[in-house]
């Protein structure tokens, strides 16, 4: 029996043992059932839902540590079953707002979000010399320039041996749709994909989304996310440009090693802002 099959039964269980009622219709997709529900003291709340996957393991775990500064708040968790109950947020995010400023308002949450990790996280570093192999091993094989793949290579290399590579909380997917509207803050972060790691890794995914809002300013669009990412957070400049770097080299490694027939414009579009970056 599938995940997909089983989560009928999973959320209906969750709902009877935690006493919650359904209070909206449910989103879901392959990976996660959000379903909005109200508590037994009449609290609004989403009852969360995940397949069981890596990148979800610790979750809650991340949450827990954040107490809801800058990030939804953590109501409840079950992490064998992949189980969260979290305060309701509006559904509205930061990609109506200029990416400029969003990306003033996500570099602001870097800063309270790269707390010391939790020590059960999965580490930066060891996802860095995975990185590093992997690389090698496809350098002539990737639809990108060699020059920029050995790049990629040396980079994760040097990383995965460097200590300040570990040890800071990151969320590794913050972007435009991970930040919701709230009412005891003004913006929420959501969905952490947590590792103990590096804040710098953390700017790539802010600037390859809403890429086509580049349109004819490629070069002048990324650097303006990119340092008000940098700027916001006082992140190092060189460090933020070397994770960028990598992160989207991995992307286009992943395309092509996930899809039968890879997506040519997103490749294009990783290597254009990887060439971009670092004009």
Same mark, same amino acid.
């Not at 508590?39 to 827990?64: F, I």
């Given at each position: 029996m599938t995940w997909l099959d089983r989560l009928a039964d999973v959320a209906r269980d969750l709902?009877?043992?935690?006493?919650? %009622? /359904?209070?909206? *219709?449910?989103? &879901?997709?392959?990976? +996660? $059932?959000?379903?909005?529900?109200?508590?037994?003291?009449?609290?609004?709340?989403?009852?969360?839902?995940? %397949? /069981?996957?890596? *990148?979800?393991? &610790?979750?809650?775990? +991340? $949450?827990?540590?954040?107490?809801?500064?800058?990030?939804?708040?953590?109501?409840?968790?079950?992490?064998? %079953?992949?189980?969260?109950?979290?305060?309701?947020?509006?559904?509205?995010?930061?990609?109506?707002?200029?990416?400029?400023?969003?990306?003033?308002?996500?570099?602001?949450?870097? %800063?309270?979000?790269?707390?010391?990790?939790?020590?059960?996280?999965?580490?930066?570093?060891?996802?860095?010399?995975?990185?590093?192999s992997e690389l090698g091993e496809r350098t002539r094989r990737l639809p990108a320039p060699p020059r920029m793949v050995e790049q990629a290579r040396a980079i994760a290399r040097d990383l995965a041996a460097d200590e300040a590579t570990d040890g800071r909380l990151v969320h590794t997917d913050l972007h435009f749709g991970n930040v919701l509207r709230g009412d005891r803050e003004e913006w929420l972060v959501i969905d952490p994909k947590p590792l103990s790691g590096d804040p710098h890794y953390e700017l790539a995914p802010m600037l390859w989304n809403r890429f086509d809002e580049y349109a004819g300013r490629l070069r002048e669009g990324v650097r303006d996310r990119f340092f008000a990412l940098v700027d916001a957070a006082e992140l190092d400049e060189d460090r933020a440009r070397a994770w960028a770097i990598l992160r989207l080299m991995v992307n286009v490694k992943g395309e092509v090693a996930e899809n039968q027939t890879p997506d040519k414009e997103w490749i294009t579009a990783m290597i254009s802002v990887a060439k971009a970056v670092q004009d």
């Open positions: 709902l009877e043992e935690w006493s919650l %009622r /359904p209070d909206g *219709e449910p989103t &879901h997709g392959n990976t +996660a $059932l959000v379903l909005p529900v109200r508590t037994a003291d009449g609290e609004a709340a989403m009852l969360k839902v995940v %397949r /069981p996957h890596w *990148e979800a393991e &610790h979750e809650a775990l +991340a $949450l827990q540590a954040w107490g809801g500064r800058g990030v939804v708040r953590l109501l409840r968790a079950d992490p064998r %079953r992949f189980a969260l109950l979290l305060e309701r947020l509006h559904t509205e995010d930061l990609s109506e707002v200029w990416d400029v400023q969003a990306c003033e308002i996500v570099g602001g949450f870097y %800063r309270q979000l790269h707390v010391a990790a939790p020590p059960q996280l999965r580490t930066l570093s060891a996802q860095a010399a995975r990185w590093a």
